[in-house]
């Protein structure tokens, strides 16, 4: 499996298919968010769900991917509704790769144009 089918099954599991995840994980996989760090695939599965039950229609895309040694980097796009309102917020995600498994990620996510983007919708 090429790093971009790696980062297009991941996003794939965003999306919905959750059961790929113990397929593209590592059993000691590490997710860092902030203020959130969780550790295995069992943790990860219920970040995942968190966010896909906090959007209607939640749904990520990639729109650009980085490729340096045993890191990629991708900048993503996620959509969805929250109270009938369009919400879109866009990020970035490094993932480490050591035997074909994405042992640990950090995502950072564009909170205050998430925010604007929300405001703009509920007053419109």
């Not at 397929?23 to 000691?28: T, V």
């Not at 039950?53 to 040694?69: S, Y």
Request: with cysteine.
């Amino acid at each position: 499996m090429t790093h971009t089918d790696l980062i297009a099954r991941l996003v794939d599991c965003w999306n919905g298919k959750l059961e790929d995840i113990d397929n593209i994980l590592a059993p000691n996989f590490i997710h860092h968010e902030t203020g959130i760090e969780t550790t295995g695939r069992d943790e990860y599965k219920k970040t995942v769900s968190r966010y896909r039950n906090a959007l209607a229609g939640f749904h990520t895309e990639v729109a650009d991917t980085i490729e340096q040694g045993n890191k990629l980097v991708y900048r993503f796009k996620t959509t969805g509704k929250r109270d009938n309102a369009p919400v879109i917020f866009e990020g970035v995600e490094i993932l480490r790769i050591e035997g074909g498994k994405v042992v640990e990620d950090w995502v950072y996510l564009d909170a205050i144009g998430s925010q604007l983007k929300l405001a703009r919708a509920h007053s419109a």
